[in-house]
């Protein structure tokens, strides 16, 4: 009599239940003979109505935590169906594959290296894209004026935002020690050199060369001690009293 169990039961079948050895034998022809690599038989889970997997614990070396899995398969007759080397919770194994291009830091780039955009990067569009939606087309000539003719590509509002998020987060934003600890900001300095498009009314260059942000970009509401109308009174800085005589000598007018 056939070993047929219900396919939405999940109660593995008996017939493969009982093929512990048969799948120990495929783990070792998997470890290439080395018995020694395939430790205790861990579990046994239910796959369909004809299919079951086998773990054993693996004690190849360096493979810590893993598990040799090893299907069987069959309804009269069981078979050998796949066999895996399997990661348990345990197991030490490498970080998640991060792109190159994602991984990479600004700091990372040298002189001489070569940092290469993806066709699809989003931080990029057409430059006849580069109206934003609800912009007025007629904007278009000064926009080009603003971006340059003979561009294939311009920053998309995207990569623009961005851009802009990481700027006032970093060295030179509204929340840097700098700009808290400064009387006024950015943006009424002399300076202060703006940025065109969409970015003007937030950031800018400074162009004050003896402070550690000249030609950064900057935010709006960061701030130094360099802001170009910064006063300081030059004068005494010694409270001066009303003179007193006081000799103990009283001065009367003379009568001569």
């Not at 093929?19 to 120990?24: F, I, K, M, N, T």
């Not at 990067?121 to 000539?141: F, I, K, T």
């Not at 360099?226 to 409270?239: A, K, P, R």
Request: proline residues 6%; hydrophobic residues 40%; contains cysteine.
């Amino acid at each position: 009599m056939q070993d047929l169990a219900d396919p939405t039961s999940g109660t593995v079948p008996a017939l493969l239940a009982d093929a512990v050895d048969l799948a120990r034998v495929a783990a070792v022809e998997a470890a290439d003979g080395e018995a020694a690599e395939v430790g205790e038989h861990l579990d046994v889970e239910f796959e369909d109505a004809s299919a079951a997997t086998h773990y054993f614990a693996a004690a190849k070396p360096g493979y810590r935590g893993w598990t040799w899995a090893v299907t069987v398969m069959g309804t009269d007759e069981v078979t050998v169906g796949e066999i895996a080397l399997l990661p348990g919770a345990d197991a030490v194994v490498a970080p998640e594959w991060i792109p190159w291009n994602e991984r990479v830091r600004a700091e990372d780039l040298a002189p001489g290296d070569l940092l290469p955009v993806d066709e699809d990067d989003e931080r990029l569009v057409p430059a006849h894209a580069s109206l934003e939606e609800g912009d007025d087309p007629d904007q278009l000539a000064d926009v080009a004026d603003e971006l340059g003719f003979g561009r294939p590509r311009v920053m998309s509002p995207e990569g623009r935002l961005d851009a802009a998020v990481r700027w006032s987060d970093g060295d030179f934003g509204p929340g840097a020690e700098m700009a808290r600890a400064a009387s006024a900001h950015c943006g009424t300095c002399g300076f202060y050199l703006s940025l065109v498009g969409s970015l003007r009314g937030t950031f800018g260059v400074c162009g004050n060369g003896n402070v550690p942000a000249d030609g950064h970009v900057v935010h709006a509401e960061y701030g130094c001690g360099g802001h170009s109308e910064l006063q300081i009174d030059t004068g005494s800085v010694v409270m001066v009293s009303e003179l007193v005589y006081d000799d103990g000598v009283e001065m009367e007018p003379s009568t001569s």
